[in-house]
């Protein structure tokens, strides 16, 4: 129990105790408890987790982690400030990045209720799967709505012009793992939006109108 929580308060501050806090509610995922460990290993003083940040920009890579250990992504949406409160309710934590992976990337990602993945797009170049782990979300393509449940996964192929996006129409949290390479040149379309995306030399995403016009 953590002083600063009180007596009978789970300790959502102590470094030492979120590996057995996590164990305690790994049976309950969807529980109270669960929630907050959610919110807490976000906030964490974890030294783990400080000692990955402070390695981000290193060669002295982990060889493993706990996924929970992983910092969540510094920038929430890379999106024009016009379409960002559309994926408030999603929060992502690189975990390739954690290991100088650079040929592909691999994020653990959480939907909120009534939260989205992103706009619905589809890409010229770069491929995408996805692997529920929790939760019930709505997969949204041209083919219309597929009711997802864990255990499922799908993937999209670069180039064929069908958006996707996942929505998460339920009560509960959705947690996902996203990978998709990461493939000079690659561009996005966005079938609903007045929006579509060019894969900068930087790696950096460059947002325009449809009509060409810069955001």
Request: net charge neutral.
């Amino acid at each position: 129990v953590c002083a600063e929580y009180g007596k009978n308060s789970p300790s959502e501050q102590c470094n030492c105790c979120i590996r057995r806090f996590y164990d305690q509610c790994a049976s309950n995922r969807q529980g109270e408890r669960y929630r907050r460990l959610r919110k807490m290993t976000i906030k964490s003083r974890c030294p783990t987790r400080v000692n990955i940040m402070n390695n981000l920009d290193k060669t002295n890579f982990p060889l493993a982690i706990h996924t929970l250990d992983a910092p969540p992504r510094l920038t929430p949406s890379n999106y024009p400030m016009e379409f960002r409160d559309r994926v408030a309710g999603r929060h992502k934590q690189p975990l390739g990045d954690l290991f100088g992976i650079r040929n592909f990337g691999v994020n653990w990602t959480r939907l909120s209720p009534k939260a989205v993945s992103a706009l619905r797009h589809a890409h010229s170049r770069q491929d995408e799967f996805i692997f529920i782990l929790e939760g019930y979300p709505t997969l949204i393509t041209d083919a219309g709505a597929t009711e997802l449940s864990p255990g499922m996964c799908a993937g999209f192929r670069a180039g064929t012009g069908d958006g996707h996006q996942l929505i998460n129409t339920t009560d509960d949290d959705v947690v996902y793992l996203e990978i998709g390479d990461r493939s000079s040149g690659d561009t996005a379309i966005y079938p609903d939006d007045d929006i579509q995306a060019h894969l900068g030399a930087d790696n950096k995403w460059q947002f325009a109108h449809k009509n060409g016009a810069p955001y």
